[in-house]
């Protein structure tokens, strides 16, 4: 079983920054491509970031030059600096990793972490 944990949601004003975390235990083989999602009130959930196992990395054009996306392969966790943040990033961000385990390769979702951006 593959649990992704994230942190580092909360309230912030519009111009200021938060760093979200996400940890994925269990038994886990590898990691391939881990990213960020963020669903709005009334809307689909659309990607924010991704970054494969080599450090690769794509991003949303509503994002661009304002967050990063990164991880940390040996404690297997991915990063999402947000920065110059603006109410419309309000969202609730899932944390996604495709994981290989002992019963093979799967798509695995957090919990989800509440960002709100005041104006």
């Known amino acids: 079983q593959v649990q992704l944990v994230e942190s580092g949601g909360g309230l912030v004003q519009a111009g200021g920054s938060l760093r979200l975390s996400c940890a994925a235990s269990?038994?886990?083989?590898?990691?391939?491509?881990m990213g960020w999602y963020r669903q709005a009130p009334g809307k689909q959930r659309e990607l924010v970031a991704r970054?494969?196992?080599?450090?690769?990395?794509n991003y949303a054009d509503s994002v661009k030059g304002r967050f990063t996306i990164s991880r940390d392969n040996a404690k297997k966790r991915v990063y999402l600096q947000m920065n110059s943040l603006k109410p419309e990033d309000t969202a609730v961000y899932y944390c996604?990793?495709?994981?290989?385990?002992?019963?093979?390769?799967?798509?695995?979702w957090g919990q989800g972490t509440q960002v709100t951006v005041s104006s």
């Open positions: 996604n990793a495709l994981v290989l385990t002992t019963i093979g390769r799967g798509d695995y």
């Open positions: 269990g038994i886990i083989f590898s990691i391939n491509d």
């Open positions: 970054i494969t196992s080599a450090a690769g990395t």
